[in-house]
């Protein structure tokens, strides 16, 4: 290998080991301080790297920059309902409400592909882009209890989700949306 094709190589390598461990720690940041001005009701659950938000390259190839998803619970049930073979209707607790958060590079650019893709799942939306990161956001469930929710699809004829927030929108964090960019920003 020649030494300019060398070089080319190392320097890249450097530009993505700096950009990883800068947006690990500004991950850690923002965790620490998600979780410090949560709701009472609130936790952080779960945190996964090398992550894409929700929606954003539904069924396309993707290589380029992933994230960290921050997963916050809240203290809201999330049922199931599913009609069993004799037209009874059954409701279930499943889960609880959650918000996902993606912490991503401020360089993560979202699919415009995707708008052309039938029948795609709603995407997580931007809420706060700073030169340092971007952060999105999409309300979901927490499934707590996986067998209910394997029981509902195997015996069900007919299921619904009437309160997840995936369909409703809604979380009992009601100001979530307006109090997160406010603790993000100075970050």
């Not at 659950?45 to 894409?52: F, H, K, P, T, Y």
């Not at 409701?91 to 029948?119: C, H, N, Q, W």
């Not at 706060?128 to 990161?133: D, I, L, M, Q």
């Amino acid at each position: 290998m020649g030494t300019r094709r060398w070089f080319i190589l190392a320097s890249a390598m450097v530009s993505f080991l700096v950009e990883a461990v800068s947006a690990n720690g500004t991950t850690s940041a923002l965790a620490t301080k998600i979780e410090a001005a949560l709701p009472k009701s609130w936790s952080v659950a779960e945190r996964r790297s090398g992550v894409l938000p929700e929606g954003h390259y539904w069924g396309q190839e993707y290589s380029g920059a992933r994230g960290e998803e921050i997963l916050l619970q809240g203290s809201a049930d999330v049922h199931v309902s599913w009609q069993d073979a004799k037209g009874e209707w059954h409701s279930d607790v499943v889960g609880k409400e959650a918000l996902k958060l993606y912490v991503m590079p401020s360089t993560y650019r979202e699919s415009l592909l995707r708008f052309f893709i039938p029948k795609r799942p709603v995407s997580a939306r931007l809420l706060v882009e700073t030169p340092s990161f971007k952060v999105y956001a999409y309300p979901s469930t927490r499934v707590l209890d996986k067998e209910k929710v394997d029981r509902a699809i195997k015996q069900g004829k007919a299921i619904r989700w009437p309160d997840s927030p995936e369909n409703t929108g809604s979380l009992s964090w009601g100001s979530w949306s307006a109090d997160l960019p406010r603790m993000l920003k100075g970050v």
